[in-house]
């Protein structure tokens, strides 16, 4: 199964590296998308996604709690760090309403960027939304050759899913949205299109309801390794076979952000290994 988004680089998860890796690879786990979140954390995805290439993959953006201190020249590094990596999509980035402190035109304008950069680079982007659906259709809806894009733990209105698949969108589940509070959109997720479904942890954010992930409930951060019960969780709330479920989100998330499996012939005990494919 894949990670669709998460945040490795965080401080939180510094002493779970480096055995983290290999842990997830033995839980299942066949690749990670690492999303940064500020200038001065893409050195720290760079250099993360270096150590394990072909398992993380990086993500370059900046998340809208994070614009305020952006720097004048933020779009033209942000530019150079997805030129210098094929493999790098572009993430998180998005709008956020919920935050009031944020200036709105503000939020709006550097995810125009994003969204520009996403058409004019042919880069997947991860987007994070809270109470702005509206004001990310009308954004995106404006973008010529729009590269398809996820929309990381969605939590919009069932009546918007239609209109942003036929944009181009997928959508991620996280393992918070078994939270009770979180009931409707859990319920939301049924009516989400099966070959548009991925998994997530955001780790070390959203992390789930501690009766759900008793293993990893006293970690004081959303632990990377409850990708595997998310997915069988999920699986039983969709009444579906888990196995189809991990297929099925894998294959959609290998599309979206154009990895490819590749099966090497030279042991028995290795036989899978992931690739990005050039865009
Ligand atoms: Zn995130």
């Not at 733990?153 to 918007?160: K, L, Q, V």
């Amino acid at each position: 199964m894949i990670d669709a988004h998460c945040h490795l680089q965080f401080p939180q998860l510094e002493t779970l590296h480096p055995l983290l890796a290999q842990q997830m690879r033995h839980a299942g786990i066949s690749a990670a998308i690492v999303n940064g979140t500020c200038e001065a954390d893409w050195p720290n995805v760079f250099y993360l996604c270096h150590q394990q290439p072909h398992f993380f993959y990086p993500a370059y953006g900046l998340h809208p709690w994070k614009i305020s201190n952006r720097s004048p020249q933020w779009s033209e590094t942000l530019e150079n760090f997805l030129r210098a990596e094929p493999n790098a999509s572009i993430g998180e980035c998005g709008i956020d309403h919920w935050r009031k402190d944020i200036p709105k035109s503000d939020q709006r304008e550097v995810f125009a960027t994003h969204a520009a950069l996403s058409s004019k680079l042919d880069r997947p982007m991860s987007i994070h939304g809270l109470k702005a659906w509206g004001a990310i259709y009308e954004v995106l809806a404006n973008i010529k050759a729009l590269p398809p894009f996820l929309l990381h733990s969605y939590s919009g209105p069932r009546e918007m899913i239609a209109p942003f698949a036929a944009l181009g969108a997928y959508f991620s589940f996280s393992a918070y949205f078994f939270e009770p509070r979180k009931a409707a959109t859990c319920e939301m997720f049924r009516h989400i299109p099966f070959d548009r479904l991925l998994l997530e942890t955001d780790a070390p954010d959203m992390k789930g309801p501690a009766s759900f992930f008793p293993e990893h409930s006293h970690h004081p951060f959303h632990h990377p390794l409850t990708l595997p019960r998310t997915a069988e969780l999920l699986a039983s709330h969709l009444a579906l076979p888990t196995a189809q479920l991990i297929e099925q989100s894998s294959s959609n998330a290998r599309r979206l952000f154009r990895l490819e499996l590749q099966s090497f012939p030279c042991s028995p005990s290795v036989t899978w290994s992931i690739k990005r494919t050039a865009p």
